[in-house]
């Protein structure tokens, strides 16, 4: 598989070790302000940008009909318009604001165990942490947990905050906490490296490629 990089910071250097591991080509990095090539001759390309620029390197890929991986977070205000933009140019978007596979896990627990807790007095609560250079807090990852609470714990938003802590070089570690008088409920993902996200980021890329065009979810690669 041939990948083109959008995005070629820490996060683009750890997609680019894997993906080379797992025997693809990656044929095109773009970072920051560089300008794009006339052409890229990808399979599937791969965004881990900034916020600020990440809604129009997709719109780029969908012109290009180029499918991408997006696991940019902090533009998901955008996110209706964005989708609406791929489906009309027949483009492909695999977003998420999580790729490891791990903390999608995570994520299929949250939404079971906020069923569970629909009506209880349990009072809910998550944290975060990254590393320093982290640009938005909270994170999506954090965002995600807190919609899934909302929605199937049935919660207003209010009353599921969440706590951002930026230090060190922290990965990422992410704590849903239920709390009563009586005892406390924990539910902890702890990324050791980037190699989780890479690795999740190329299994997408190569389940993208195979797709046809569309808007996705790492629900849809991992079939749930």
Not at 12 to 33: K, M
């Amino acid at each position: 598989m041939k990948i083109a990089l959008i995005g070629y910071g820490k996060m683009g250097h750890a997609v680019e070790s894997y993906a080379r591991r797992q025997g693809h080509e990656v044929v095109c990095t773009i970072d920051r302000d560089e300008p794009w090539p006339d052409h890229i001759e990808a399979d599937v390309a791969v965004e881990f940008s900034t916020p600020q620029t990440a809604v129009a390197n997709l719109l780029r890929c969908f012109e290009r009909r180029l499918p991408v991986v997006c696991g940019t977070t902090g533009w998901y205000d955008r996110y209706d318009e964005v989708c609406a933009e791929c489906r009309r140019l027949g483009g492909s978007l695999l977003s998420a604001t999580n790729f490891s596979l791990g903390m999608n896990i995570m994520f299929m627990v949250n939404e079971y165990l906020a069923t569970l807790m629909s009506g209880s007095a349990y009072r809910a609560a998550i944290s975060e942490t990254h590393h320093i250079h982290k640009l938005d807090a909270p994170s999506g990852t954090a965002i995600t947990l807190q919609q899934q609470i909302v929605e199937h714990g049935r919660r207003k938003a209010d009353e599921v905050p969440i706590a951002s802590y930026r230090e060190g070089e922290v990965p990422g570690t992410h704590t849903v906490t239920y709390d009563s008088p009586i005892d406390t409920i924990s539910l902890t993902h702890e990324a050791h490296s980037r190699e989780g996200l890479a690795q999740g980021a190329v299994v997408a890329a190569e389940w993208l490629a195979k797709a046809k065009a569309g808007v996705y979810t790492m629900k849809d690669v991992l079939a749930v």
